[in-house]
């Protein structure tokens, strides 16, 4: 039997004046994801604990099935671990995005434009970090590149305790009322307002405005954590597996949890991201030692985020097209039992711009033990309508390996 786990995350939605009144989920042509619902079990869960911020790092251990009042401590801790940064137990960490600032005159007063400054390279974004490191870099401070506008910053030896808010969370609002405060609060504060000046002029964003694009205008410094101690996945599903992601905080869940984490060549989290190669990278995995597979795909968050409606419904066919029919076909060619769970990490509504914790829609279906649901569809309210709910998310893995 093989495992399977497709991840579309912030796929779930609220009704989009845009669409009719209609959610991208209900507009999208997913047949797969509907056959899905319709032979296994169709249902709610609720990935993200009450009182707990809706965060992809919280909702994705969820799915991954650790609960996150138990094991959540924070997101940047997993992303670091993903870029290979060795952490010790008394180093603090934050998430630092590339992001693009209005260009008022006080740091206070400007507004959160992008919070990825236009998508930026990896190797652009990489230049920055580069640069500022070497003017922010000391004994107990650090700056590491990632993937894109996702960057991490160590402390070592240091206190944790400061209250930051995600650049996702404020797009157009003034910045402010969500600047660090707490634990530490004054030096990332010192560090954003002094990037906003260093990079006024530096070659990277001069080549971006003749181009056009979005400039870096600031460092912005969020998910403040200590490194996690996740039980291995093996040893609590009795299974070997692998994730396939383009996100460090996803590749760092499944390295902390011992799963292997898959490069894919052109995979970049966004609606433009190299779909076949990582369903290629996800069967080749199963047949080749994994019994268990966690495919992810930001880009439905990414459109949610930047309110692109067109994208997010393409993206979600996309996922129901080149990623979960083509494993789907692989593993009845190899006339292989599975089980495959499709479900969102979290909503991330168009309306909104950002997160929340309302329940996802999930469907279930074991090839060896199909079953009616009830419903002929994949969306918000065929999950619903069917009256399962599983109020701990992170049980979603039992129910999908409990036939081992």
């Not at 996803?250 to 970049?268: F, H, P, Q, R, Y």
């Not at 168009?350 to 996802?360: F, S």
Request: some cysteine; proline content about 6%.
């Amino acid at each position: 039997m093989k495992y399977i786990v497709i991840l579309g995350d912030g796929m779930a939605d609220l009704p989009v004046q845009e669409l009719g009144g209609k959610t991208p989920l209900d507009c999208a042509k997913h047949p797969n994801m509907d056959f899905i619902a319709a032979n296994g079990i169709c249902g709610l869960a609720k990935t993200v604990p009450q009182g707990m911020p809706p965060g992809s790092d919280t909702a994705n251990l969820s799915a991954m099935g650790y609960d996150p009042e138990v094991y959540y401590t924070g997101r940047s801790p997993l992303e670091a671990v993903s870029m290979g940064i060795d952490l010790a137990l008394t180093d603090v960490t934050y998430r630092c995005n590339t992001v693009t600032l209005s260009d008022d005159e006080n740091y206070e007063d400007c507004t959160m434009v992008d919070y990825s400054a236009g998508e930026i390279t990896t190797e652009e974004s990489a230049q920055i970090i580069k640069d500022l490191n070497a003017q922010f870099h000391n004994e107990g401070l650090t700056l590491y590149p990632g993937v894109s506008y996702r960057h991490c910053l160590v402390l070592k030896d240091a206190e944790d305790g400061a209250q930051t808010t995600p650049p996702h969370d404020i797009l157009e609002k003034p910045i402010g009322a969500y600047l660090p405060k707490g634990q530490n609060a004054a030096l990332l504060l010192d560090m954003m307002k002094r990037s906003r000046e260093l990079l006024r002029d530096h070659p990277v964003n001069v080549s971006r405005r003749e181009r056009g694009l979005a400039p870096v205008t600031s460092l912005w410094f969020w998910g403040e954590g200590r490194k996690p101690n996740l039980t291995p996945f093996e040893e609590t599903y009795h299974v070997k597996g692998s994730v396939v992601s383009a996100v460090d905080l996803i590749k760092g869940i499944g390295i902390c949890a011992g799963l292997d984490s898959i490069d894919v060549e052109g995979a970049t989290g966004t609606v433009h991201t190299n779909f076949e190669g990582k369903a290629q990278a996800a069967i080749h995995a199963l047949q080749n030692g994994s019994d268990f597979i966690y495919v992810h795909l930001e880009a439905p968050d990414e459109c949610g985020h930047q309110h692109d409606v067109e994208n997010k419904v393409r993206s979600i066919e996309l996922i129901d097209e080149k990623i979960i029919a083509p494993i789907m076909d692989a593993m009845k060619a190899a006339g292989e039992d599975f089980s495959i769970l499709v479900l969102p990490d979290h909503p991330t509504p168009l309306c909104l711009r950002t997160h929340t914790a309302d329940p996802v829609p999930f469907a279930l279906y074991r090839s060896n033990a199909p079953q009616k649901s009830g419903v002929t569809a994949y969306n918000e309210k065929a999950a619903e309508s069917t009256g399962v709910y599983v109020e701990k998310g992170y049980q979603l893995m039992g129910m999908l390996i409990s036939d081992r």
